[in-house]
């Protein structure tokens, strides 16, 4: 069981908003920055988003997050096929010492 | 631009200790504002942070407390690299273990290619 709340699965259309939620408590996403992460099969995690709302180069700004208290979400706008993928959230958990993952939400593309 | 390449073995046998080593390239392990992770991935665990060593005027860990007792990683500044021992491993610590960069407050911009580890006699 992942200290960090996340949907199991989304879908969206083509060009579609869609929404994924990561819910965490006071000592890991309600004091510290929330990372996404995209992952493909058979491929190592790659970072989305991270500190405040900041994008490594090459991720398209249709890729965003937000944070609100200790729930955080990543918003991929504009959505394409080659967005199908699992998607992680992460955080410093204060009282664990540690990095905490989410479960994982598995986005399908219609 | 920074390379992370991991080596080590693909199968370890029951009790016995797993040991991966995690190369860089592109930046420094005694880097002051960098730190250098082990995180490792299963079906039944999802992804899981194991420990991190970082340099700030003198070497740093930290360990997750579920392998806390087992665990150890260091840097080999000689050969720029770091590496995870895993003690008394089981079947449980049956996963793919990444090896990864933090900076700019990301647990991760940079990450290995990922090693499967099985644990079987």
């Known amino acids: 069981q992942s200290v960090l709340t996340q949907p199991p699965s989304a879908s969206g259309t083509p060009g579609q908003r869609v929404t994924i939620s990561c819910s965490g408590s006071?000592?890991?996403?309600?004091?510290?920055?929330v990372d996404w992460y995209q992952q493909l099969p058979g491929m190592a995690p790659k970072l989305l988003i991270y500190?405040?709302?900041q994008r490594p180069s090459g991720v398209p700004d249709r890729f965003s997050g937000s944070k609100s208290g200790t729930s955080a979400s990543l918003a991929i706008s504009g959505l394409q096929s080659e967005d199908e993928a699992d998607y992680y959230c992460?955080?410093?958990?204060?009282?664990?010492?540690?990095?905490?993952f989410g479960g994982g939400t598995k986005l399908t593309v219609l | 631009q920074v390379q992370l390449q991991q080596s080590g073995p693909g199968l370890v046998k029951p009790s016995q200790t797993l040991s991966l080593t995690c190369a860089i390239s592109?930046?420094?392990?005694?880097?002051?504002?960098?730190?250098w992770n082990w995180i490792r991935q299963s079906p039944s665990r999802g992804l899981e942070w194991l420990g991190r060593?970082?340099?700030?005027?003198?070497?740093?860990?930290d360990y997750a407390l579920s392998v806390k007792s087992r665990i150890t990683v260091n840097p080999d500044t000689s050969k720029n690299q770091f590496s995870l021992q895993l003690n008394s491993v089981t079947p449980e610590d049956t996963a793919v273990y990444y090896c990864?960069?933090?900076?700019?407050?990301?647990?991760?911009?940079?990450w290995g290619q990922g090693t499967l580890v099985t644990v079987s006699s």
């Open positions: 990864a960069r933090t900076q700019d407050g990301s647990l991760g911009d940079y």
């Open positions: 592109g930046d420094s392990v005694s880097s002051n504002s960098a730190a």
């Open positions: 060593t970082y340099y700030r005027s003198k070497w740093k860990n």
């Open positions: 006071s000592s890991n996403i309600g004091r510290n920055i």
């Open positions: 500190s405040r709302n």
């Open positions: 992460a955080a410093w958990d204060d009282s664990l010492k540690g990095h905490v």
